[in-house]
């Protein structure tokens, strides 16, 4: 096989009911030239022989099994075994319009950009609303590009911290690896590699289907792990060094972050220990204005007050509301 233009990582594991819906729709692009690589992140369902199954049908994909090691391990093993000039991700459980990677590499070259974003489309079913509307915003130099990153979430309701809706540069990843055994890692490797880019480009067009399981990690009650948020949002602001806008953006995301830790325990529950969660809100409670200045909800500012007057009643009121 030549050498392909994109490769396109695919961490796997357990999937087996949606394994197929991910990769038909990969190989159902007009674009052709490209990789798939299905990592098998030791799954312990049928997902391994699918992914076997489908490398005996195409010569472009290529399956690597491996002992279970997490998303971001996968994703590291991924681009190991990378031979196109661009690199792509996708999630296993979720799908892409049949222009996701010919759009996406067109965005490239159209403004010789280092990273190209798209928009998604989040799902609970089997079909997606793809669109062919788009706005496509170009950013030159690091500080506007972090700037720009940061700031989505306030812009549109949606951040733009996932790779999988991105096409990138191979040689952006020089050096750089994602954090193993953490979620949220798509936040600080983002980041990272947005930091030294020159060029990006950030598009409205709808080519990608999220698909939300309920076994989604955001859907779990609030425990150790998902405190890794913080983590992230600490090290971007560390990262942003001498550069006070973006500081300032990093400053916020870290108030966020405590704010979304403390609605997953109102909503969800958590194993940590109350002390835990008196902590969250003690730190929450010391930043929270530099998120209320950017939030316009009135909903969130209510819910923030009720956070910080008594996170134990807030969560008993939601339980109380959400049932009836």
């Known amino acids: 096989m030549a050498v392909p233009l994109i ?50 049908m195409d010569i472009r994909i290529k399956v690597i099994h491996k002992t279970n090691g997490g998303l971001s391990d996968a994703r590291n093993v991924g681009l190991d075994n990378a031979a196109g000039s661009y690199i792509s991700f996708i999630d296993s459980d979720d799908w892409v ?16 950009a280092d990273v190209v974003s798209a928009d998604y489309v989040v799902v609970c079913g089997n079909s997606a609303q793809f669109n062919s509307l788009r706005n496509e915003k170009v950013l030159n130099g690091s500080s506007n590009i972090l700037q720009f990153y940061m700031k989505q979430d306030a812009i549109h ?57 309920s076994q989604s990690i955001t859907k779990h009650k609030l425990s150790a792990r998902h405190l890794a948020l913080l983590d992230a949002s600490k090290e971007m602001l560390s990262l942003a060094e001498s550069d006070k806008k973006v500081a300032r953006l990093c400053r916020r995301k870290i108030a966020m972050s405590y704010f979304s830790l403390l609605a997953l325990y109102v909503r969800f529950g958590t194993d940590l220990p109350e002390e835990k969660i008196m902590e969250l809100v003690r730190e929450y409670k010391k930043i929270k204005r530099i998120y209320l200045l950017t939030e316009r909800s009135l909903k969130m500012h209510l819910v923030s007050f009720l956070f910080c007057t008594d996170i134990q009643l807030c969560r008993k009121l939601y339980l109380t509301f959400s049932k009836n």
Do not use: H
């Open 7 to 56: 490769s396109v990582i695919v961490p796997v594991y357990n999937v087996e009911n949606y394994l197929a819906r991910c990769v038909d729709s990969i190989l159902n692009q007009t674009l052709t030239d490209f990789e798939v690589i299905l990592v098998d992140d030791g799954s312990t369902d049928r997902s391994g022989t699918v992914c076997d199954e489908y490398a005996a």
């Open 97 to 112: 319009s049949p222009d996701y990677l010919g759009y996406l590499y067109s965005l490239i070259r159209k403004y010789g």
């Open 157 to 213: 309701r949606k951040n733009d911290f996932p790779v999988w809706i991105k096409l990138y540069k191979r040689n952006v990843f020089d050096n750089m690896q994602f954090p193993a055994g953490k979620i949220y890692e798509d936040n600080i490797t983002n980041f990272k590699i947005l930091k030294k880019c020159a060029r990006y480009v950030k598009s409205t067009k709808v080519v990608y289907a999220y698909f939300q399981r």
